[in-house]
């Protein structure tokens, strides 16, 4: 079974400073992995993920993620946050190569200070 | 293109009272999905359909039930609502390929006195 950990439930961080957002996953199959927001009193909407090829991957509104195998990683990163930034972020995985259900991470609040 | 909806978007129900959430979704998507949210414990998966005429129970199906009605719609339906079933409803849809990405609505607030 999959699982993922996100250790960080909140992060306070003041505006146009970099941020990074932990996520970890443990499968005994490969995955894909994804990072969706959650603005307040609405749905998730996909910010990116990971399927194959480039361990870098490119979301938007600026973030980036990068899969790391050997540590079993998926951190999310911005170089420069916005207030408009402020929101929650879940990590989620899926086993690779079909289309079982997400697992999710309990998320981290991104609080964003002018 | 509306995506996924949900209705309602706010309900306050008494112990024991019962109701029907309901979720379309107009992507032609095979899939559909249930979780709830509480704080805390991010989202977790109540009951999904990978087609239409199948479902199959998620991590916490208990106290709930799902109709997959056609492709288009799937309903949550508490029986018998409990305090612990105050929470925010999402539905999902997925399509079949294995790179595509579950899309979800904006939720149901529900509060059980």
């Known amino acids: 079974a999959q699982s993922v950990t996100q250790l960080d439930s909140q992060v306070p961080v003041f505006e146009e400073a970099p941020v990074e957002l932990r996520c970890n996953y443990s499968?005994?199959?490969?995955?894909?992995l994804f990072w969706y927001v959650q603005y307040p009193n609405q749905g998730l909407q996909l910010l990116l993920k990971y399927l194959s090829g480039s361990t870098l991957v490119k979301g938007i509104n600026g973030f980036e993620a990068e899969f790391n195998k050997s540590q079993t990683s998926f951190h999310l990163r911005k170089p420069s946050v916005h207030i408009s930034d402020t929101a929650e972020y879940f990590c989620?995985?899926?086993?690779?190569?079909?289309?079982?259900?997400?697992?999710f991470g309990t998320g981290t609040r991104l609080q964003v200070f002018p | 293109n509306a995506g996924v909806t949900q209705t309602p978007k706010f309900q306050v129900l008494k112990t024991g009272q019962s109701m029907t959430l309901q979720c379309a979704q107009d992507?032609?998507?095979?899939?559909m999905y249930w979780y709830r949210q509480d704080p805390g414990m991010g989202l977790r998966l109540i009951y999904y359909s990978a087609s239409e005429g199948t479902t199959d129970k998620g991590e916490v199906p208990n106290g709930y039930n799902v109709s997959r009605l056609n492709k288009r719609e799937f309903s949550l339906r508490l029986e018998s609502a409990a305090p612990s079933q105050t929470s925010v409803y999402f539905c999902?849809?997925?399509?079949?390929?294995?790179?595509?990405?579950?899309?979800f609505g904006p939720g149901t607030r529900l509060l059980v006195l």
């Open positions: 999902a849809s997925c399509g079949a390929g294995v790179a595509e990405t579950q899309y």
């Open positions: 992507m032609n998507h095979n899939s």
């Open positions: 499968s005994s199959v490969s995955v894909y």
């Open positions: 989620a995985v899926r086993k690779s190569y079909n289309t079982d259900k997400l697992i």
